[in-house]
């Protein structure tokens, strides 16, 4: 090897050296302490597989997942409907439309804890604004907080409001990149606006949906700030995620061992998920 | 359609290649600037609308502490501690709960630091950590050997992870040495020096006195129309303080859902919080335990215990007792607003101190300071204080049965963090941390933290809290100082005071602490149940079964013998009760 091979060699070491530290140690450490029974005041010994075979009977695990599931499905559904739409709303020339652009990425960049604190004023059940505007208009007093299908509503609004901007200018970019000849060729063809709809925008701009609906889910399934500050998890354990329930095992609780098999199979789960969402996103890319 | 791959990459690179006209480069930065002025708008709304309604309501030590503290030098019977022992150059580093210069534990050594610094020429370093994190962290500190804090306010649902893990020091030596300040284990309750003892040995520097007492408003009780309605509705005369908590429940339904304030609204009967994942299990806990805990000479198998059988460790959480607890809880809760279930203790102290929109409440020693707050207050000079209700029969698991009696049992508590002082183990100044706790626990200074102080979050129960007038003669306190210092009025001091007294030093039993290991795991699982129930998704016996069976499992995990020990030794299991102070 010559001299000016080992530099290059020499120049690559701090990035291993920080991958080993930051990632590979952690990583192997964490797969260690899930073979492990550590808690606080106790010795860890191995325990082999014990604690991801207690994820089968433990309800909380089911709970949180099953919780998280049917966040995720319904905040990126209902997301991706409404970013596409307002998306291919704001491609149109009407007044004011940048202004409108911008304000509507505003939530997006606002941070989440704090989004939830707001959302907690304005979901106050005694006095709070939508309370009081329903009970003008209808009424009705609605339990956003204090009711498990509520409580799970009011959640899912917060993330809708908070991150379908987010999708928003994923699709706008790609809607705004995409070529004319194909519209034009449409046109002339006869096409109407939904067939010009489906048969060229969604085709043209399924890469990009991919890719967007695939970073929203990873985000959804890791949900956490705005639970933590709104709910709380409640009523009972209604809307307590995945990711919470990591957090009180490991951070509360002190079940270090459990807690990092729990993060484990969360880790499984977002490849798998990432893996088939890529292999699609590469089948859409060459079709 | 078809797409073809080169034409994407040129399009890619057009827009790469594409150079930005200062016109664009511009707009751009403008769109930026109006983005970013919007977003600081919203954040900065929901921060300040957040820390109005969601964050517990403000105390006024601002007002309290500019206009008393010269009366406080001429009024208190000040003893200046003599400088006996001084630590030049040393640091005390605290972890105590955030709360800043004004809020709960923080102020105390905000609002001593500099005398204290002064005394011993020893620098006193405040170190904030969240509500939520102030367990992990501390614990984080110890497990790792860190070694940043010195002493610790902590929670006592921390004391046994602290003790068992040898992560705090034994404070029987520096008790009996004569160089630190002095403060006297017997003019502290005995719930709070179980708290702060373990296996017979003192662990932690006794602080606050958290109990849950009654609150109830003194206008309407004293309404002769309300009374008469009242006698004719339920054929006996309105319970003045309500002794049990079916009487509570009758004064609730009476007062909920018309307008008995005049503001032209209909107003509730009681307000509670019982937000999950908050601080609701200590709520129940406060109505539960006078139907379990059965009084007894002495903690043993079936006297003075709640949450397990200190023999075999088997939960005790689903048995008749605790199950008539929720269900009295699940029948209280339909007299108070339905936003109760999702409400942390700030919205409820909220309602009942500042909107007067509730007849009565159960809560802590936070409740009449805030009441004394002009501000924010619209019951002050309203309010009546009595110790938590009790039960005419009490669960007897040795025979089985409810075992009646003839004057309502009463279980005083310690439902709270019961904040005090821990000596880490690593800690390189535990002398000067010792003095520093000893001193700040010593009458004179306690006195100011309960009066002076109205952020303190300490809340009354020494010896030298209690005029001798309101203690049966024991206490060393004065209510003109109350009223003048402390600023509150006399008669809600006085039935506060008297309250606190009855609920600490006369009450029939007392619940205990549950600080074994794994104590937050415990009360997770008690938390989630109890509101499962509320919210109407299981039955009380539901539950509380589910809540039992995860009991058995943490209890298993962790090792029922060892567990077993632990339990015991934390409940003084086998050692008489001693309530009365004589």
Redesign the interface.
Known sequence: MSGEERIKYLFLLPSVIMILSFIIFPLIYSLYLSLTNWQIGRVPSLIGLSNYLKVFTDYRVHNSLTFTLLFTIFTVSIETLFALGVAILSQQKFFGNRFFRVLFTAPFFTCPVALSYLSITIFYEEGGPLNNLLKLLFDIKVPWISDPDYAFLSLCLVDIWQWTPFLYIIFLAGLESLPKEPYEAATIDGASSFQIFRYVTIPLLAPVIITGVLLKIIESLKVFDIIYALTGGGPGVSTESYTMYIYKTGFRFFRLGYAAALSFILLIILMILFTILAFRLREVYYE | ???K?G?DRD?IST?LNKQISRRTALSTAG?IA???V??GV??G???Y??????APPKTITKTVRETVTETVTKTVTTTPAKPTIRFEGATVNVACMAGGPEGPHSSVLYYFKDEWEKLTGAKLNVIEIPFAEL??KV?TDC?TGAGVYDVAKICATSLG?LV??GYVECIDDYMKDPRFPKWDPNEVPEPVKRCVTWGGKWYGIPNDCDGIYLYYRRDLWENPDYRKEFKDKYGYDLPDPPKTWDEVRDCAEFFNGWDWNGDGEPEYGLCQSL????QAWFKYLAVAACYSVLPGPVVDKYHNVFHFDPETMEPLINTPGPVKGLEMLIELSKYG??????WDIG?SWD?FVTKGKAALTWDWGDVPRMAQDPERSVIKGKLKAAPLPGSYEVWDREHDEWKKFDKPIRCGNILGCDWFYVILKHSKNKEAAYHLCAWLSAPEQLFKTVTVIWGSGVDPGWRCHFPPELSDGWGTGNLKEWVTVGGYDENDAKSFLRAVYEQYYKSDTFLEYLKI??A??LM?SLD??I??A??G?RTAKEALDLCAKDWERIIE???KEQMKKWYQESIGYGLPIKISPE
């Open positions: 359609m078809v797409r791959k034409r399009n827009i769109k109006v983005t970013a919007i977003t919203i954040a709304a929901g921060g609308l957040a820390g109005s309604a969601a367990h992990e614990i497990v992870d068992v893990g937000k999950v994942n908050a607003p339905e936003a109760m279930l999702g919205p309602f290991p794994g937050t795991e997770d989630v149940h509101n499962e509320l919210t998704k995990e962790r090792g």
